[in-house]
Every structure is written in C-alpha cells, then in structure tokens.
C-alpha cells in the first residue's frame, strides 16, 4: 500500500487553469502506475487521467486536449495540470494506483471548483 497526499485544488474562473499534486509514500512510487479521478456528489467516481511507470499517459474523452497527467519520481509526485477548465470540471479530485493493492486507502482529495 501507499498513502497518498493530494492538495492544488480552488476556486479557478471557466478557462482558467490549476496544477494538482499527488505526494505519494510507503512503497516504491516509481514501479506504480498512478491515476486522476474525480467525483461529484451524487455520482460515481471517474478516472480522468493515469501514467505508467514508464512514462505513458492516457485520458478520458471528457478531458483529453484540456488535462495533462506527468509524475516526478525524484520527488515521488504525480500532478494533474488542469486547462481550459469548465464548470462540468468541477469535483473533488483523487489520485490512486492503478490497480490498488488490498486495503488501498483513498486520500482527501482535493477540491476543484470551476466558476466565475
């Protein structure tokens, strides 16, 4: 397991931008693949983003072109640069691996609220 420590999040105006950091401990970060979810209240969670351990990304459709997932290992660090935000992007934002181990925690994850 890892904990996982994610902070960044605010307010931010529609077509604004914020980066996202996801400060992860406990194991050897850079073997994990890690992603990006988001929630909204009432509704499931959704992976937004992931990068391997290698280095390859991937995106869901709502936010690929706006949404870029990069990770430092040095600094065992994921971030998620946000651009182009729009109110639809407005959630609570988590970083996990992929896949988690047994008894994997979720962090606080961060809030990110998009409106003028």
């Known amino acids: 397991q890892v904990q996982v420590v994610e902070s960044g999040g605010g307010l931010v105006q529609p077509g604004g931008s914020l980066r996202l950091s996801c400060a992860v401990s406990?194991?050897?970060?850079?073997?994990?693949?890690m992603a990006w979810y988001r929630q909204v209240p009432g509704k499931q969670r959704e992976r937004v983003a992931l990068?391997?351990?290698?280095?390859?990304?991937n995106y869901s459709d709502s936010v690929k072109g706006r949404f870029t997932i990069s990770r430092d290992n040095a600094k065992n660090t994921v971030y998620l640069r946000l651009s182009s935000l729009k109110s639809e992007d407005t959630a609570v934002y988590y970083c996990?691996?992929?896949?988690?181990?047994?008894?994997?925690?979720w962090g606080q994850g961060t809030q990110v609220t998009v409106s003028s």
């Open positions: 406990g194991s050897i970060f850079s073997i994990y693949t």
């Open positions: 996990y691996p992929v896949p988690p181990s047994l008894g994997q925690k």
């Open positions: 990068i391997t351990s290698g280095g390859g990304t």
